[in-house]
């Protein structure tokens, strides 16, 4: 096991928990007394890591978010205090890839310049574009499989000439041959749950991460079922951070975490329950 799904367990066993966080800083979104401030960006962002990181698994920054305010410095000092404060492992959220050499400085960029735990990066450019990022053997690489947003049937379930999607030959060649290092995570959304579960007949046991619950209106209960039979990292952001917009907008974010990890919890127990029955 990879150092990151290392991490993954340990947080998940010490907070009881199978929730990531998504920290997607949006200054529009963000209370008025930090969103004109010079350092805004991080004080949000920490305010939600400090009132959170007890109820977590992993915290997802969206690197677009951080970039497109300029804020890359931001990242790099939220990350670092994530890993000062807390035991809980951070994913990039950038989901990079392309020719072999670009890819090498995307890994760069994400493992040694912003010193994440895991990223995420996507397969259509082949395994050549993925080996950069799979060469960071105790780092998870998350690969896109089957997306939570609303068009990503229009290219994710198209049929291949044996029949199958092409979500599926992602996620057949992520539980095979890409695999050699054994650090592929797969992505596939909680607004999918038929695909969720089949993405799971094909992979085993290997960690899923699952956006699209919260804002996106994901079923939690539909999601953990489809999802049983191996690891989960179940995605939250704006059903989180946004869940106050005042001063005590980070105790807001607290409650709306335990209020989303337990009924993660909740869903498990039922099902083990109708298992055991």
């Known amino acids: 096991m990879v150092e990151f799904l290392d991490q993954v367990a340990a947080a998940e066993k010490r907070n009881k928990s199978f929730l990531c966080v998504g920290l997607d800083p949006d200054p529009e979104r963000m ?20 009132a959170t990181h007890d109820t977590v698994l992993a915290f997802k920054p969206q690197i677009a978010f951080f970039a497109a305010q300029g804020a890359e410095d931001q990242l790099r000092r939220l990350i670092g205090h994530i890993h000062d404060t807390t035991d ?11 020719i072999t050499s670009t890819s090498a400085m995307y890994a760069r960029e994400a493992f040694e310049i912003y010193g994440a735990d895991a990223l995420t990066v996507n397969p259509y450019f082949g395994l050549d574009s993925l080996a950069p990022f799979l060469d960071y053997r105790d780092k998870g690489i998350i690969i896109l499989c089957r997306t939570s947003n609303p068009g990503s049937a229009e290219i994710q379930n198209l049929k291949t000439g044996d029949g199958g999607t092409v979500y599926e030959v992602v996620a057949r060649k992520a539980a095979g041959e890409w695999n050699g290092n054994g650090n592929i995570l797969l992505v596939s959304g909680a607004t999918h749950p038929g695909e969720l579960r089949r993405i799971r007949e094909i992979v085993g046991g ?10 996106q209106g994901g079923d939690v209960a539909a999601m953990v079922e489809s999802a049983r039979g191996g690891g989960v990292i179940i995605s939250s952001s704006r059903a989180v951070i946004y869940a106050g917009s005042d001063r005590k907008f980070a105790e807001a974010a607290r409650e709306a975490a335990l209020a989303t990890r337990n009924a993660i919890n909740d869903a498990l127990y039922a099902i083990c329950n109708d298992i055991r029955a």
Do not use: N, W
């Open 31 to 50: 209370p008025s007394h930090l969103a004109g401030a010079a350092d805004g960006i991080f004080q949000f962002c920490r305010e939600i890591v400090d």
């Open 88 to 98: 809980v492992p951070v994913i990039l959220d950038a989901k990079r890839a392309d």
């Open 206 to 215: 290997m960690t899923l991460l699952i956006p699209g619950i919260g804002a």
